[in-house]
């Protein structure tokens, strides 16, 4: 090996080392290490820069786009709630989340699958109480399995089956049938999807850590008392309050529900709503913005509807009332708040107490806390007012489209049938999906700066600039056949040979990309199968599943990126469920392949 390329390996080493100690953010060891590569002249800028010009960048930014109209329109979560449901155990959770993501991904790239999961298992996860990071890694690798269903359920399926049709340009090879090229993939990818599947929900118990609490049991939290109407034609109504799902939300409770001047308080699961019902809830912030989400259900004052902000501009606010404040001691409809202010009190929280009254007969006290639905320059225009002693912007708390789910979902089929069935670029398609979002206004400009994890996308830049050093110094290559060649000296039979390479194919996977690995141990494949005189199909196939089985880092694949961070993980929790998995889904590749495919 060069000294070029011995600098790359430990480079590399030290990059995963530093990741591996917790006390270093992804992002700023991958470009420490990007940075050493160039500095050392192992790489030059342009090299080191090209990870960033690669079409994956602008695909998956723009997917973030998509998924971002998709979140804000209501329309997946509106798909993914009845799916999801409510499960009893961690086990059920994990199973009926698990099996559809699976089967969206092997249609679709699995990146924009998990980007739009993110927010609905994150909410999923506060109202079943259970802890998030034992869904998120779930999340991920059902995404990565069920990329091996279809010929494009992965890109590293197409690069591989490309090589594999360049190949047999310079053999006497009968090929595949375009039939066998599209479904040969999935006689695999479902067994082991399934297996897969199986084995993560029947071992999580055990290696999956719980690093987060259950999130919402914080029942000391700050209590707001809100007053909702249900709609006619709201999604509410007609249904018992435990099908509606209000039930579920957690530290929040509904207090009474006033129908036709009728008082009836702490309503039980089986009573139903009507349309026309005022629902009086009292609970913690989080699950009050969660409650506005729902379609069907308004703030009973008449005052949101005239604050003058466009939809896509409006957002909840926080204010605490200050002892100076003009509001002191009038009610909130004497106050004249949405004139003054432009704004709407929809809430309001003191020091723990419930507050027995409609929001506008509200006597207003210093030290309350009001929730308010108002424009976005409330907080910047009222940071220094003598009325408020604190001023905040609610995160997440902007008012969900409803009206416009159906064009999102729209865009998204569209986007779909553009990367699956056309030969435009799928950096075209993932563009134009992501300003078709724009324009239809599912998605504003405010919320396309936030929606993009511009982290995520330095983290992978960095590594393809990284890979790109592995391979420019043949140091990936040294590695790899160094492997093969211990492998050939135990004398193992064609399977034994197709987990060697199974093992191979898939470490290179970790370090240098799912699509850099096929690139680089294609060669390697064909070559020992020509020298065993053994038939490709099985090699190429094993290559296909092995290349894109990155469990065992969250910098492997960008969907444990993703997930890294929410679900709280450290560096190490990947591996202690991705390696035993990895091997599961090695063996019986093993196993099934050399039946569909003989050698």
């Given at each position: ?348 929280h003191r020091n723990g107490e419930q507050v027995n009254a409609k929001i506008g007969d509200i006597e207003l006290r ?204 450290r560096f190490e929790d990947f591996g202690r469920l991705g390696i035993p998995l990895t091997v599961v889904v090695a ?13």
């Amino acid at each position: 090996m060069s000294a070029d390329g011995w600098i790359a390996v430990v480079v590399l080493a030290a990059t995963v080392g530093a990741m591996m100690t917790n006390r270093v953010s992804v992002e700023l060891c991958m470009a420490g290490g990007l940075l050493a590569l160039t500095l050392a002249g192992v790489v030059d800028v342009e090299g080191a820069l090209s990870g960033f010009s690669r079409p994956t960048i602008f695909i998956i930014g723009a997917l973030f786009v998509v998924a971002s109209g998709l979140r804000e329109t209501g329309a997946v979560a509106a798909v993914a709630n009845r799916v999801l449901g409510r499960p009893q155990t961690a086990a059920e959770a994990q199973l009926r989340l698990m099996f559809p993501v699976a089967l969206l991904s092997g249609f679709m790239n699995n990146t924009p699958i998990v980007a739009m999961y993110l927010p609905i298992v994150s909410s999923w996860a506060r109202r079943i109480r259970m802890s998030p990071s034992k869904l998120f890694m779930p999340l991920s690798f059902a995404a990565i399995l069920g990329g091996k269903l279809t010929l494009i359920g992965s890109s590293s399926n197409i690069v591989v089956m490309e090589l594999y049709t360049q190949y047999l340009g310079t053999v006497e090879i009968q090929g595949l049938s375009s039939i066998e090229r599209f479904w040969g993939i999935g006689a695999i990818g479902l067994p082991t999807t399934i297996v897969g599947t199986l084995f993560i929900v029947g071992v999580s118990k055990w290696l999956l850590p719980e690093r987060k609490p259950a999130a919402g049991l914080a029942m000391e939290a700050r209590k707001y008392t809100v007053d909702l109407k249900v709609e006619p034609g709201s999604p509410v109504a007609n249904q018992s309050i435990e099908q509606a799902g209000l039930r579920h939300l957690p530290g929040l409770y509904l207090i009474e529900i006033e129908r036709d001047e009728e008082l009836i308080p702490a309503p039980g699961p089986e009573f139903h709503v009507r349309a026309g019902d005022r629902l009086v809830f009292a609970g913690i912030l989080e699950s009050v913005v969660d409650l506005r989400k729902l379609r069907g259900l308004t703030p009973v004052t008449d005052q949101v509807d005239k604050v003058d902000a466009g939809v896509t501009q409006r957002t909840l606010v926080e204010a605490v009332v200050s002892h100076s404040s003009s509001l002191v001691g009038k009610t909130v409809r004497e106050s004249r708040f949405r004139t003054v202010y432009n704004g709407a009190i929809i809430a309001v929280h003191r020091n723990g107490e419930q507050v027995n009254a409609k929001i506008g007969d509200i006597e207003l006290r210093p030290g309350d806390s009001l929730l308010v639905e108002t424009h976005r320059g409330f907080v910047d225009g009222y940071r220094n007012s003598d009325d408020f002693y604190l001023v905040s912007m609610v995160e997440g708390s902007e008012p969900v489209r409803h009206d416009r789910a159906w064009v999102a979902l729209a865009v998204l089929g569209a986007l779909v049938a553009g990367m699956a069935f056309t030969d435009l670029s799928p950096v075209l398609v993932a563009i134009l999906g992501a300003v078709a979002m724009i324009v239809t206004g599912c998605v504003n400009g405010n919320l396309v700066r936030n929606s993009i994890h511009w982290q995520v996308l330095g983290v992978i830049g960095c590594a393809l600039g990284i890979g790109q050093g592995l391979v420019q110094t043949g140091a990936a290559r040294e590695l790899a056949m160094l492997m093969l060649e211990v492998s050939d000296t135990l004398t193992l039979g064609p399977r034994g040979v197709l987990f060697v390479l199974f093992l191979i194919a898939s470490f290179c996977g970790q370090i240098v990309t799912n699509n850099g690995a096929a690139v680089l141990i294609f060669p390697v494949a064909m070559e020992t199968a020509q020298g065993l005189s053994l038939s490709p199909e099985p090699f190429i196939f094993t290559l296909m599943v092995a290349v894109g089985a990155c469990f065992v880092t969250p910098v492997s694949y960008q969907t444990n990126l993703m997930v890294h961070g929410p679900g709280g993980y450290r560096f190490e929790d990947f591996g202690r469920l991705g390696i035993p998995l990895t091997v599961v889904v090695a063996v019986l590749t093993v196993a099934i392949c050399p039946l569909v495919f003989p050698f």
